[in-house]
């Protein structure tokens, strides 16, 4: 029904930045709110940011805000995160996902998107 498929995944040094992409296919209402998530060994599944459909508002981790910036290309059905100022606590492997909930009220529940990536691994040595 959906298939979201990432990309630009790799290893960096500390400081240093990656543009994950997301290339999405399937019935667009499905993908109402697009979202990146991540998860390091051992840890669960954390959110990292959100987007409306329209890239109008958008939402992120208290650890990523400010160095992460989340966008969508509707036209192209892709959908990025720029990850500037990488950091070793960065490393995981990062997730799209996509929801055809509306925006409001929780864009950071996990249980609110119904459709997952494979994921793409990024690593952040020091």
């Known amino acids: 029904q959906v298939l979201l498929v990432e990309s630009g995944g790799g290893l960096v040094t500390a400081g240093g930045s990656l543009r994950l992409s997301c290339a999405a296919s399937?019935?667009?209402?499905?993908?109402?709110?697009m979202g990146w998530f991540r998860q390091a060994p051992e840890k669960e599944r954390e959110f990292v940011a959100a987007?409306?459909?329209?890239?109008?508002?958008?939402y992120y981790a208290d650890s990523v805000k400010g160095r992460f910036t989340i966008s969508r290309d509707n036209a192209k059905n892709m959908v990025f995160l720029q990850m500037n100022d990488l950091k070793p606590e960065d490393t995981a492997v990062y997730y799209c996902?996509?929801?055809?909930?509306?925006?409001?009220?929780?864009?950071?529940?996990?249980?609110?998107?119904?459709?997952w990536g494979q994921g793409t691994q990024v690593t952040v040595s020091s």
């Open positions: 399937g019935r667009r209402i499905s993908m109402s709110v």
């Open positions: 996902a996509a929801s055809p909930q509306g925006w409001s009220p929780a864009p950071a529940s996990r249980r609110r998107y119904e459709y």
């Open positions: 987007i409306s459909w329209s890239g109008m508002s958008t």
